[in-house]
């Protein structure tokens, strides 16, 4: 069965960091691009940031650009979302999914995981 | 950036189709992409559904029913989700996406089985 299995979210003050932690199994980790979408608390989806499945290529959204770096462990099964210098509006639960093709492209993201909460408040 | 405009809510009866539209900003065109939809009822994650491009480019996600089903109305520059023969189930969040450059999500339109 496949599997996602976040881990890492929590409270943190304006200005602070934090490491989300994407634990995967269940299938060929490599084989798969990875991505983290978030949702605001009542709101809806925005995608965040990909990794292709050999972690050679990565990519962001303008709002987290410079800010969130995307990384994977594939000998761990692990991708890994670090957030610097987080503002009130990240805000979120954030969600990875696998995306259907190892290059990060035109595909749909399934499964999904349960999701962590990241709070950013002072 | 291109924008995907969902209505906020639906209602439809049991047994009866729900129609969910997702009208693609007007500097591009349904046409040329691929449209995926999700579904999320409360406090889960979402669930791919399914994809729809044209009638001999579209996808199905594993398990998911056939009374789920899309297409498009170019005229009006959307995606269709069409869900027939409603189930209390059905009642939930869907979002519609697509990848123009990078991905798009639409707003959500929460569907109501009353």
């Known amino acids: 069965e496949v599997q996602l299995l976040e881990s890492g979210g929590g409270l943190v003050q304006p200005g602070g960091s934090l490491r989300l932690s994407c634990a995967a199994s269940?299938?060929?980790?490599?084989?798969?691009?990875m991505t983290w979408v978030r949702q605001a608390p009542g709101k809806g989806l925005e995608w965040v940031s990909a990794i292709s499945g050999l972690g050679d290529s990565t990519y962001y959204s303008d709002s987290v650009w410079g800010r969130f770096t995307i990384s994977r462990d594939n000998s761990r099964n692990t991708v890994y979302l670090q957030m610097n210098s987080l503002r009130v509006e990240d805000t979120a639960v954030y969600y990875c999914?696998?995306?259907?093709?190892?290059?990060?492209?035109?595909?749909?993201?399934?499964?999904w995981g349960q999701g962590t909460l990241v709070t950013i408040s002072s | 950036q291109p924008v995907l405009t969902q209505p906020p809510s639906s209602s439809a009866s049991p047994g009866e189709s729900a129609r969910l539209t997702c009208t693609l900003s007007?500097?591009?065109?349904?046409?040329?992409?691929?449209i995926y939809w999700y579904q999320q009822k409360p406090g889960s994650p979402p669930k791919y559904l399914l994809y729809?491009?044209?009638?001999?480019?579209?996808?199905?996600g594993s398990g998911v029913p056939s009374r789920f089903s899309g297409s498009k109305d170019v005229s009006a520059n959307a995606g269709i989700l069409l869900i027939s023969g409603l189930q209390s189930e059905d009642e939930a969040d869907y979002y519609c996406m697509i990848w123009p450059s990078n991905v798009v999500f639409g707003g959500g339109t929460r569907l109501t089985v009353l």
């Open positions: 729809y491009k044209s009638d001999s480019d579209k996808g199905q």
């Open positions: 007007s500097d591009i065109s349904a046409s040329n992409y691929k």
């Open positions: 269940g299938f060929m980790f490599d084989n798969y691009a």
């Open positions: 999914a696998r995306v259907e093709t190892a290059v990060f492209g035109v595909a749909s993201f399934d499964p």
